[in-house]
T-cell receptor, first 120, second 111 residues
Framework: GAVVSQHPSRVICKSGTSVKIECRSL??????MFWYRQFPKKSLMLMATSNEGSKATYEQGVEKDKFLINHASLTLSTLTVTSAHPEDSSFYIC????????????????FGDGTRLSIL | EDKVVQSPLSLVVHEGDTVTLNCSYEVTNFRSLLWYKQEKKAPTFLFMLTSSGIEKKSGRLSSILDKKELFSILNITATQTGDSAVYLC???????????FGTGTQLKVEL
């Protein structure tokens, strides 16, 4: 149980392109999903918390107009990197917590497989 | 700024060895500490620790938290090649949504 699917797993595109990444909870519903970014040999860094039916909460230093988050349903959140540049190249990974637990913070987050984004 | 530090950064052992991975933290408003195993892709959940001194066990893996010393260890006994992975430590703070991760310990188990 608690499977999170992320798509695509790998994206290579030109500078200036917008890229959309999907995060789906397959066997549970998630009121809250989380988006992380990981640079080589660095920690996973939380970018934003995605809330179903409301605006995402962004961490300090993360541009909300650059990284658009939509959480339209209880099983899907999307992250769109707008007008991507080479410095946006990174590993993006999402996680979700099972709504059935009440979104209880005493329950773990379950992670997707991540998306390797390369901007040329 | 919240900080999570893991050591060692990497480790190579032989099958059958016992390893201890370390995680120390300095955070505001601690809620819990989590351990994840990351092989090629998604980190998979291992343990969540909220109370000091209570060991959690799952097969050959065990973990314990010391909230006074702001420290946790993850033990793996009788290691196998399938234990090779990056082990991530994360601390949950505040309202419980934010996870701050360490950089991980890369474990390689050789025959």
């Amino acid at each position: 149980g608690a499977v999170v699917s992320q798509h695509p797993s790998r994206v290579i595109c030109k500078s200036g392109t917008s890229v959309k990444i999907e995060c789906r909870s397959l066997d549970f519903q998630a009121t809250t999903m989380f988006w992380y970014r990981q640079f080589p040999k660095k920690s996973l860094m939380l970018m934003a918390t995605s809330n179903e039916g409301s605006k995402a909460t962004y961490e300090q230093g993360v541009e909300k107009d650059k990284f658009l988050i939509n959480h339209a349903s209880l099983t899907l959140s999307t992250l769109t990197v707008t007008s991507a540049h080479p410095e946006d190249s990174s590993f993006y990974i999402c996680s979700a917590r099972d709504r059935a637990t009440g979104g209880d913070s005493n329950q773990p987050q379950h992670f997707g497989d991540g998306t390797r984004l390369s901007i040329l | 700024e919240d900080k999570v530090v893991q050591s060692p950064l990497s480790l190579v052992v032989h099958e059958g060895d016992t390893v201890t991975l370390n995680c120390s933290y300095e955070v505001t408003n601690f809620r819990s500490l989590l351990w994840y195993k990351q092989e090629k892709k998604a980190p998979t959940f291992l343990f969540m620790l909220t109370s000091s001194g209570i060991e959690k066990k799952s097969g050959r893996l065990s973990s314990i938290l010391d909230k006074k010393e702001l420290f946790s260890i993850l033990n793996i006994t009788a290691t196998q090649t399938g234990d090779s992975a990056v082990y991530l430590c994360a601390v949950q703070t505040g309202g419980g949504n934010k996870l701050t991760f360490g950089t991980g310990t890369q474990l390689k188990v050789e025959l």
